[in-house]
T-cell receptor
Framework: DAGVTQSPTHLIKTRGQQVTLRCSPK?????VSWYQQALGQGPQFIFQYYEEEERQRGNFPDRFSGHQFPNYSSELNVNALLLGDSALYLC????????????FGDGTRLSIL | AQKITQTQPGMFVQEKEAVTLDCTYDTSDPSYGLFWYKQPSSGEMIFLIY??????QNATEGRYSLNFQKARKSANLVISASQLGDSAMYFCAMREGDNTDKLIFGTGTRLQVFP
């Protein structure tokens, strides 16, 4: 039973660049959520995708965008990277209805130089 | 105001002893869910236990139990018979309302289990 997989594991970028992170949900799941976890903090909700649409969004600027593909996998794109974007980015998957348990991946650690 | 408050940055416990990790929450929504996750150094958030606001009994999952005191708005995690592998960060989180999957996390508690 494949769990949530994220790629890449680590990434180093410089300010102003753009980055794309990828997530494959747990087998049988159709909903993907993205979280940003800064060092020493709890994760913060970025947005959630369901049926290839952004269903809910947290308090993040438009530089953060996403996409969900027909196979339910998802991408998180961040444009014009800032030093403050350095964080662990976690993907979580669940079934379509609300209030279902979310299963997290190991995350992508993004460092901005 | 913080939605989820974890006041213990770090906790130590001896192997085989029980430990309680504190969590208080703040919401005016009558329907909410409370979660505890474990995060080892690898980064993955591992789901431990869930308590719904309307649940009458405290949730239990193996060695984990949730001490839910609704009037005090607290949802403390109790780990019984601690093991060395329990050493990790522990996060309390809340889902506020019914029509959302958004989780609001606390700042976490680092638990260290020593022999």
């Amino acid at each position: 039973d494949a769990g949530v997989t994220q790629s890449p594991t680590h990434l180093i970028k410089t300010r102003g660049q753009q980055v794309t992170l990828r997530c494959s949900p747990k087998s049988g799941h159709d909903t993907v959520s993205w979280y940003q976890q800064a060092l020493g903090q709890g994760p913060q909700f970025i947005f959630q995708y369901y049926e290839e649409e952004e269903r809910q969004r947290g308090n993040f600027p438009d530089r953060f965008s996403g996409h969900q593909f027909p196979n339910y996998s998802s991408e998180l794109n961040v444009n014009a990277l800032l030093l403050g974007d350095s964080a662990l980015y976690l993907c979580a998957s669940s079934l379509g209805q609300f209030n279902q348990p979310q299963h997290f991946g190991d995350g992508t650690r993004l460092s901005i130089l | 105001a913080q939605k989820i408050t974890q006041t213990q940055p770090g906790m130590f416990v001896q192997e085989k002893e029980a430990v309680t990790l504190d969590c208080t929450y703040d919401t005016s929504d009558p329907s909410y869910g409370l979660f505890w996750y474990k995060q080892p150094s690898s980064g993955e958030m591992i789901f431990l236990i869930y308590q719904g606001s309307y649940d009458q009994q405290n949730a239990t999952e193996g060695r984990y139990s949730l001490n839910f005191q609704k009037a005090r708005k607290s949802a403390n995690l109790v780990i019984s018979a601690s093991q060395l592998g329990d050493s990790a960060m522990y996060f309390c989180a809340m889902r506020e309302g019914d029509n959302t999957d958004k989780l609001i996390f606390g700042t976490g508690t680092r638990l260290q289990v020593f022999p």
